[in-house]
């Protein structure tokens, strides 16, 4: 007696396929033209995404590799140095349960990808890359996308050309600083550009549907962003930015004449694009020597700032748009997180301590040290702190090649999203 063939339904196998990584589901496209067409369908590829954010979250591992190219001058005043960057997408529980750990740079993605140098940020699984030229009578830019999981990279887009010769040039008035986001309403990948005018005391303000491919100018900001603000936090198809009223540049001397009243965010709405401004946690009563921060935290809008007492404190937006809803996280000394400087008022103004990401169980956050090479992993739960120790390794031997590694904010996933857009 035969027995009869094994039926696994289509919906099982869009199930399993949808929890597998990227790589693993790239290679079932061969199995059929079913599959090939299942794994293709934008339904299947969003339901990859959205279990891919909640079951293995990564971080952009940024490695920087500076090579010294020794000229003919005994006194090295030919020398010349080449400076290579790439990134790695990296699991965030890998860290959490490794934080020291070899890194073969031979395998990472070069971020000098097809003449693109810069990275801007990261959606969905794609990270968005920038690239710029200098002529004698122009600055110009480009833009790429690029899905480091797929191994896919866009064409250029959306060329901003700025001439030096004209007035309200970029020798005038600096060069754009870009954000880049997501209007969830569309489905639209969008670049947010603005640079400080200083003839006309405001911003010049520019965005770019990646679909169109075509820069519109739009309404600038209601509050100037703080000018060390140059890129927004993309946070649930917004961008947001701190600000103060009637003050653009936070320094030792100035934040004395500020007052607390005087803070606010100013959040741009990607689907309607208008402008929403946001007041802080009513505790926030005491104007830091270091100007806040603001990043995403475990889904929320954070706020954190540096006490004269030297604690570092994080608030919450527990609903995004809500005022009342700003809850403290975590208030913590310097000592607890085993980090010693000297805090003198005017060392303050220099030290900066960043928010990475928090874990799912909201115990372990991760914390960036702009005074250290090492990131900290602080667990809440168990009052522990650990830093991390990410080495850089490669086969080829050069002496002339320093490599670096550093964590950076930007919350990653694999996935099988397209890069080539459609309008």
Known sequence: ?????????????YEVLSLLKVKSVLRFRCVSKNWDTLIS????????????????PHFLLITEHKTHIQGESP?????ECEYECGVIPYSVSSLLENPSFDLSVDSYYLVQHKGCSNIVGSYNGL?????????????????RLWNPATQATSP????LRLFHNRPGCAADNGYFNFTFGYDNSTGTYKIFASRYVFRKRRSEVKILCLGDDVWRDIQTFPVEPLYYCKTGVSFKSTINWL?????????????????TDQF?????????????????????????PRAPIIAVLGDCLSFS???????????????????????????ISCHSLQIHYDYSEYMLFFFELVPLFLSKDGDTLILKCFQEDQEILYNRRNNTVVRTKITATTTTTDDRTVHSISCTANDHIESLVSVFLKS
Not at 130 to 138: A, F, K, L, T, V
Not at 243 to 259: D, L, P, Q, R, V
């Open 156 to 159: 250029k887009l959306g060329f």
């Open 305 to 331: 700032y540096f006490s004269y007492e030297t604690e570092l404190i994080i608030w919450q937006m527990k609903k995004f748009g809500v005022e009342d809803s700003w809850s403290q996280f975590l208030k």
């Open 41 to 56: 369908d934008p339904t299947f590829v969003k339901l990859h995404q959205e279990k891919s954010a909640k079951q293995n």
């Open 1 to 13: 007696m035969s027995s009869s063939p094994l039926f696994i339904s289509d919906d099982l196998i």
């Open 127 to 143: 990270i968005c890359l920038s690239g710029e030229s200098y002529g004698r009578e122009y600055y110009e830019c480009w833009f």
């Open 75 to 79: 006194y090295d005043s030919d020398d």
């Open 264 to 288: 606010l965010i100013v959040s741009f709405d990607l689907r309607t694009e208008t402008y929403n401004q946001y007041s802080l946690p009513p505790e926030f009563d005491q104007v830091p």
């Open 243 to 259: 600000a103060i009223h009637n003050i653009i540049y936070y320094s030792c001397n100035s934040y004395k004449y500020i007052t």
